[in-house]
Protein backbone atom coordinates (compact mmCIF):
# COMPACT_ATOMS: atom_id res chain seq x y z
CA UNK A 1 0.00 0.00 0.00
CA UNK A 2 1.27 3.17 -0.75
CA UNK A 3 -0.06 5.03 2.61
CA UNK A 4 -1.78 8.14 3.17
CA UNK A 5 -1.41 10.57 0.20
CA UNK A 6 -1.50 14.12 0.19
CA UNK A 7 -1.80 16.53 -2.27
CA UNK A 8 -0.40 19.31 -3.02
CA UNK A 9 2.76 18.38 -0.96
CA UNK A 10 3.40 22.87 -1.01
CA UNK A 11 0.76 25.58 -1.45
CA UNK A 12 1.39 29.11 -1.50
CA UNK A 13 -1.78 31.37 -2.02
CA UNK A 14 -2.87 34.76 -1.30
CA UNK A 15 -4.49 36.27 1.48
CA UNK A 16 -8.55 36.08 0.22
CA UNK A 17 -8.18 32.53 -2.24
CA UNK A 18 -9.74 29.84 -1.63
CA UNK A 19 -7.37 26.68 -0.87
CA UNK A 20 -8.26 22.80 -0.91
CA UNK A 21 -6.55 20.50 0.35
CA UNK A 22 -6.69 16.48 -0.56
CA UNK A 23 -6.02 13.31 0.92
CA UNK A 24 -6.29 9.40 0.08
CA UNK A 25 -6.19 7.25 3.15
CA UNK A 26 -5.17 3.56 3.45
CA UNK A 27 -7.10 1.35 1.61
CA UNK A 28 -9.90 -0.27 4.25
CA UNK A 29 -9.24 2.10 7.06
CA UNK A 30 -12.69 3.18 8.20
CA UNK A 31 -11.35 6.26 10.17
CA UNK A 32 -9.73 9.41 8.61
CA UNK A 33 -8.86 12.69 10.14
CA UNK A 34 -7.63 16.08 9.39
CA UNK A 35 -4.50 17.77 11.75
CA UNK A 36 -2.74 20.87 11.80
CA UNK A 37 0.35 21.80 12.99
CA UNK A 38 2.09 24.82 14.11
CA UNK A 39 5.14 25.81 16.45
CA UNK A 40 2.75 27.85 18.55
CA UNK A 41 -0.34 25.65 18.34
CA UNK A 42 1.46 22.01 18.14
CA UNK A 43 -0.71 19.26 16.84
CA UNK A 44 -4.66 20.27 16.70
CA UNK A 45 -7.50 17.69 15.57
CA UNK A 46 -9.52 19.43 13.05
CA UNK A 47 -12.42 17.05 12.67
CA UNK A 48 -12.06 13.04 11.98
CA UNK A 49 -14.30 11.04 10.06
CA UNK A 50 -15.98 7.35 10.77
CA UNK A 51 -17.18 5.69 7.33
CA UNK A 52 -17.30 8.81 5.86
CA UNK A 53 -19.36 10.30 8.22
CA UNK A 54 -17.58 13.41 9.88
CA UNK A 55 -17.73 12.57 13.62
CA UNK A 56 -16.85 15.83 15.33
CA UNK A 57 -15.73 18.95 13.96
CA UNK A 58 -15.19 21.07 16.98
CA UNK A 59 -11.70 21.45 15.71
CA UNK A 60 -12.80 22.90 13.08
CA UNK A 61 -11.48 27.02 13.78
CA UNK A 62 -14.34 28.83 11.82
CA UNK A 63 -16.80 28.91 9.60
CA UNK A 64 -14.02 29.67 6.98
CA UNK A 65 -12.90 25.82 7.20
CA UNK A 66 -14.63 23.14 5.75
CA UNK A 67 -14.40 19.08 5.01
CA UNK A 68 -15.82 16.55 3.24
CA UNK A 69 -15.25 13.11 2.69
CA UNK A 70 -17.78 11.38 -0.25
CA UNK A 71 -16.24 8.59 -1.01
CA UNK A 72 -14.21 5.59 1.18
CA UNK A 73 -11.07 6.90 -0.46
CA UNK A 74 -10.90 10.80 -0.87
CA UNK A 75 -11.45 13.72 1.68
CA UNK A 76 -10.77 17.29 0.83
CA UNK A 77 -10.37 20.27 3.44
CA UNK A 78 -11.07 23.71 1.95
CA UNK A 79 -10.01 27.19 3.39
CA UNK A 80 -12.03 29.97 2.22
CA UNK A 81 -11.09 32.70 2.12
CA UNK A 82 -7.55 31.97 3.26
CA UNK A 83 -5.85 34.17 5.64
CA UNK A 84 -2.02 34.39 7.04
CA UNK A 85 -2.87 32.86 10.44
CA UNK A 86 -3.65 29.77 8.32
CA UNK A 87 -0.78 29.21 7.50
CA UNK A 88 0.64 25.82 8.77
CA UNK A 89 1.27 22.36 7.76
CA UNK A 90 -1.95 19.96 7.66
CA UNK A 91 -1.72 16.31 8.08
CA UNK A 92 -4.55 13.61 6.93
CA UNK A 93 -4.08 10.56 8.79
CA UNK A 94 -6.20 7.34 8.89
CA UNK A 95 -6.76 4.51 11.26
CA UNK A 96 -8.20 0.95 10.64
CA UNK A 97 -9.16 -2.17 12.53
CA UNK A 98 -5.14 -3.00 13.77
CA UNK A 99 -5.61 0.60 15.23
CA UNK A 100 -3.78 -0.64 18.60
CA UNK A 101 -0.96 -2.10 16.78
CA UNK A 102 -0.39 0.45 14.22
CA UNK A 103 -1.86 3.46 15.62
CA UNK A 104 -3.01 6.54 12.97
CA UNK A 105 -0.84 6.47 9.42
CA UNK A 106 0.25 9.69 8.59
CA UNK A 107 0.70 11.33 5.24
CA UNK A 108 3.09 13.72 4.46
CA UNK A 109 1.40 16.66 4.85
CA UNK A 110 0.38 19.92 3.29
CA UNK A 111 2.46 22.79 3.94
CA UNK A 112 0.08 26.01 3.46
CA UNK A 113 2.04 29.59 3.34
CA UNK A 114 -0.67 32.28 2.88
CA UNK A 115 0.25 35.74 2.22
CA UNK B 1 -10.94 21.00 27.29
CA UNK B 2 -8.99 18.49 27.69
CA UNK B 3 -4.91 19.20 27.49
CA UNK B 4 -1.99 17.21 27.08
CA UNK B 5 1.35 18.54 28.26
CA UNK B 6 5.12 17.03 27.58
CA UNK B 7 8.33 18.40 29.16
CA UNK B 8 10.43 19.36 28.57
CA UNK B 9 10.13 20.56 25.05
CA UNK B 10 13.48 20.77 24.28
CA UNK B 11 16.52 18.51 25.13
CA UNK B 12 19.91 18.49 24.15
CA UNK B 13 21.82 15.03 25.10
CA UNK B 14 25.50 13.81 23.88
CA UNK B 15 24.86 10.29 22.45
CA UNK B 16 25.17 7.73 24.50
CA UNK B 17 23.16 9.64 27.40
CA UNK B 18 19.89 8.84 28.32
CA UNK B 19 16.50 10.57 27.60
CA UNK B 20 13.11 10.91 29.07
CA UNK B 21 10.56 12.92 27.85
CA UNK B 22 7.18 12.91 30.38
CA UNK B 23 3.67 13.12 29.53
CA UNK B 24 0.65 14.36 31.54
CA UNK B 25 -2.85 14.37 31.18
CA UNK B 26 -5.62 16.43 32.67
CA UNK B 27 -8.16 13.87 32.58
CA UNK B 28 -8.14 10.10 32.70
CA UNK B 29 -6.91 8.81 29.43
CA UNK B 30 -9.05 5.66 27.68
CA UNK B 31 -5.28 4.72 26.53
CA UNK B 32 -2.06 6.85 25.28
CA UNK B 33 0.20 5.93 21.76
CA UNK B 34 3.08 7.69 20.79
CA UNK B 35 4.87 9.05 17.80
CA UNK B 36 7.79 10.35 16.81
CA UNK B 37 8.15 12.80 14.07
CA UNK B 38 11.55 13.38 12.35
CA UNK B 39 12.36 17.15 11.25
CA UNK B 40 10.41 18.00 7.90
CA UNK B 41 8.42 14.90 8.46
CA UNK B 42 4.77 13.54 9.53
CA UNK B 43 4.56 11.54 13.07
CA UNK B 44 4.90 7.77 12.96
CA UNK B 45 3.44 5.48 15.44
CA UNK B 46 6.16 3.60 18.14
CA UNK B 47 3.22 1.88 20.26
CA UNK B 48 0.10 1.47 22.34
CA UNK B 49 -0.50 1.73 26.08
CA UNK B 50 -3.50 0.62 26.74
CA UNK B 51 -3.28 -0.90 31.00
CA UNK B 52 -2.91 0.97 33.83
CA UNK B 53 0.80 0.73 35.23
CA UNK B 54 1.87 -0.82 31.94
CA UNK B 55 5.34 -1.21 30.87
CA UNK B 56 6.24 -1.87 27.05
CA UNK B 57 10.12 -2.05 25.65
CA UNK B 58 11.35 -1.70 22.13
CA UNK B 59 15.03 -2.27 22.00
CA UNK B 60 16.42 0.85 23.67
CA UNK B 61 12.73 2.43 24.14
CA UNK B 62 10.66 1.89 27.50
CA UNK B 63 7.40 3.11 27.62
CA UNK B 64 5.26 3.40 30.81
CA UNK B 65 1.62 4.56 31.32
CA UNK B 66 0.81 5.41 35.15
CA UNK B 67 -1.15 3.77 37.91
CA UNK B 68 -4.06 6.70 37.53
CA UNK B 69 -3.73 6.78 33.38
CA UNK B 70 -3.27 10.28 33.38
CA UNK B 71 0.44 10.19 33.00
CA UNK B 72 3.48 8.37 30.73
CA UNK B 73 6.53 8.05 29.50
CA UNK B 74 9.52 7.28 27.37
CA UNK B 75 12.24 6.21 27.83
CA UNK B 76 15.74 6.19 25.83
CA UNK B 77 18.65 4.19 26.83
CA UNK B 78 22.12 5.03 24.95
CA UNK B 79 20.47 7.93 22.75
CA UNK B 80 21.83 7.59 19.30
CA UNK B 81 22.15 10.22 16.37
CA UNK B 82 19.15 8.68 14.70
CA UNK B 83 16.86 9.24 18.10
CA UNK B 84 16.52 13.13 16.79
CA UNK B 85 13.05 14.20 15.88
CA UNK B 86 9.91 15.09 18.08
CA UNK B 87 8.47 12.75 20.00
CA UNK B 88 4.29 13.01 21.12
CA UNK B 89 2.44 11.42 23.46
CA UNK B 90 -1.43 11.44 21.82
CA UNK B 91 -4.26 10.34 24.77
CA UNK B 92 -7.19 9.14 23.60
CA UNK B 93 -10.64 10.73 24.61
CA UNK B 94 -12.64 8.16 26.92
CA UNK B 95 -15.77 7.20 24.69
CA UNK B 96 -14.69 8.38 21.26
CA UNK B 97 -11.91 7.26 18.52
CA UNK B 98 -10.15 10.59 18.96
CA UNK B 99 -6.74 11.21 20.53
CA UNK B 100 -5.38 14.67 21.75
CA UNK B 101 -1.56 15.11 20.92
CA UNK B 102 0.66 16.28 23.86
CA UNK B 103 2.81 19.67 23.26
CA UNK B 104 5.80 17.00 22.14
CA UNK B 105 9.27 17.06 23.18
CA UNK B 106 11.94 18.07 20.62
CA UNK B 107 15.21 15.72 21.06
CA UNK B 108 18.62 16.41 19.70
CA UNK B 109 21.79 14.23 19.95
CA UNK B 110 25.44 15.61 19.73
CA UNK B 111 28.16 13.30 18.37
Known amino acids: DAGVIQSPRHEVTEMGQEVTLRCKPI?????LFWYRQTMMRGLELLIY????????DSGMPEDRFSAKMPNASFSTLKIQPSEPRDSAVYFC?????????????FGSGTRLTVV | GQQVMQIPQYQHVQEGEDFTTYCNSS?????IQWYKQRPGGHPVFLIQ?????EVKKQKRLTFQFGEAKKNSSLHITATQTTDVGTYFC???????????FGTGTRLKVLA
Open chain 1, 93 to 105: ASSGPGQGVYGYT
Open chain 1, 49 to 56: FNNNVPID
Open chain 1, 27 to 31: SGHDY
Open chain 2, 27 to 31: TTLSN
Open chain 2, 90 to 100: AGRVSGTYKYI
Open chain 2, 49 to 53: LVKSG
